[in-house]
């Protein structure tokens, strides 16, 4: 591996010729950039990755080699560290002035805090300054004076919140640097390997919403009568305790999911966890559809109950990961105006409201990364070409389903599954009835003929 010692004084013409006659040089000043481009870790297990700067330590962190559209990021690739993982030059800087670097949350996670340790030659890590918050979803540049200009190693440590990207960590110091360039590599403890993934279930915790009455999941109806008989493989029901969907064998996505959202489900108390797995309970004979089903599809594994509407606890947001709540989603809707609809929604409840949600789909094919496509993973699983959603939003309180009236506020939308979607959700603003035309369900099945004729018949715009 070819290597390049950094730091050194450069040859000018006039520079470094006879000492007799020239003054000595003044040290070069050095600037370097780890980007963590080229480099590869596709796992959060511990280990040593090569970058361009030297080895590196991870712990609960890695650098997704995949086309992952959610981490902030300048260029293809970035860190990210979840709950308390960090990262740390198993290499000495020497000669050091300033330490800057970018750092911002992974997708949509809540803000993340985290410090930076140094580590003078022959002693341990010491904190660095106070603890830092990052609480913007893009980079942002911020940076460390070092005192000591001594051999020093560093780390970043995330101590709660979301996931964390940090990327373009510069080093800038006068003199030797002691950094050796090198190609940066693969983890050689290898990537992540979705066939290791067992299926599960979902483990009910205090914070599952009630089964039924006020905030149940399924407080306004069964949208397609949906039941858990196998006989019934396309329209098969799954109490996920945090959601409840309708399941569609054939199609290997669940035709709706339905929950209720308040501000006890987004209490920011975990992150993302990530752990993308088979459902335990789909019938023998059925295919399971697993992480690796949308690998290399063009198409994001698309939450329809967000993982951001469920952290207030590990089940909760574990139970979102599950296959069975993710469709085949084109990366610029996923991560454009359909994100930005989920974030509406959870700012009204944030400012006072509570929302009964269901979104689903219809349609057959879809455009991604890879164009157009009708189905993937080997035409086991139906891209949608349409995605809707419904939010009911009440001022909170209780007794809700006699609390809706014909003024009650609904959001209505139905996008294409495309990445040519436009960027503002509210384009897509639609009646509650047209969604019903196109799927044949009835969505607010227990609310009085009258009631439902005036909410379902509106088309909001305001927002």
């Not at 080895?55 to 080699?65: K, R, S, T």
């Not at 080093?171 to 360039?181: A, H, R, Y």
């Not at 329209?235 to 064998?249: E, F, K, P, T």
Request: aromatic share 10%; proline share 5%; charged share 25%.
């Amino acid at each position: 591996m070819k290597r390049v010692l950094l730091g050194s004084c450069f040859l000018l013409a006039l520079g470094c010729g006879d000492k007799r006659n020239n003054p000595k040089p003044e040290a070069a000043t050095y600037r370097i950039t780890e980007d963590f481009e080229g480099a590869r870790k596709d796992a959060y297990a511990t280990g040593e990755l090569p970058l361009n700067t030297g080895i590196w330590e991870f712990d609960d962190a890695l650098i997704w080699g995949g086309a992952f559209q959610a981490d902030a990021k300048n260029g293809k690739r970035a860190v990210r560290i979840r709950n308390t993982g960090s990262i740390s030059t198993a290499f000495q800087v020497s000669n050091l002035e300033m330490v800057y670097f970018k750092h911002g949350l992974f997708g949509n996670d809540a803000p993340a805090t985290w410090h930076l340790y140094m580590a003078p030659d022959g002693e341990g890590f010491q904190q660095v300054g106070e603890e830092m918050t990052t609480s913007s979803h893009t980079l942002k540049l911020d940076s460390f004076a070092v005192s000591d200009t001594g051999k020093v190693r560093f780390r970043i440590v995330k101590t709660g919140g979301g996931r964390l990207n940090i990327d373009d960590i510069v080093f800038k110091g006068t003199g030797e640097s002691g950094i050796v360039l090198g190609e940066p590599g693969t983890w050689e403890g290898g990537g992540y390997d979705p066939a290791d993934e067992e299926p599960r279930g979902v483990e009910k915790g205090e914070d599952a919403p009630p089964s039924v009455g006020d905030n149940s999941n399924m407080l306004f109806g069964n949208p397609s009568d949906a039941d858990d008989n196998i006989i019934n493989y396309s329209n098969y029901l799954i109490d996920h305790h945090y959601y409840v969907l309708s399941y569609n064998r054939d199609r290997g996505t669940p035709n709706w999911v339905s929950w209720h959202l308040d501000e006890a489900n987004i209490t920011g108390e975990v992150g993302r966890q990530d752990n993308f797995a088979p459902y335990i309970g789909i019938p023998q004979s059925w295919y399971v559809v697993s992480h690796a089903s949308y690998t290399g599809s063009g198409f994001n594994r698309g939450h329809n109950c967000p993982s951001a509407d469920r952290t207030s606890s590990y089940e909760a947001n574990s139970s979102t990961f599950l296959m069975t709540n993710m469709i085949p989603q084109a990366p610029e809707n996923n991560g454009g105006p359909w994100a930005d609809l989920e974030n509406e929604i959870r700012a009204q409840v944030r400012n006072g409201r509570e929302a009964y949600i269901i979104m689903g789909l219809y349609g057959k094919g879809g455009k991604g990364d890879n164009g157009e496509a009708e189905t993937i993973d080997n035409g086991k699983i139906t891209v949608p070409a349409r995605i809707w959603k419904v939010a009911l939003l009440l001022t909170k309180g209780d007794d809700d389903l006699a609390r809706v009236t014909a003024d009650t506020r609904i959001i209505a939308v139905d996008m294409p599954n495309s990445n040519d979607v436009d960027e503002r959700w509210q384009n897509y603003q639609v009646s509650v009835d047209a969604i019903e035309q196109q799927t044949g369900y009835d969505l607010f099945a227990n609310l009085p003929e009258d009631i439902q004729r005036a909410v379902e018949g509106a088309v909001v715009v305001d927002f």
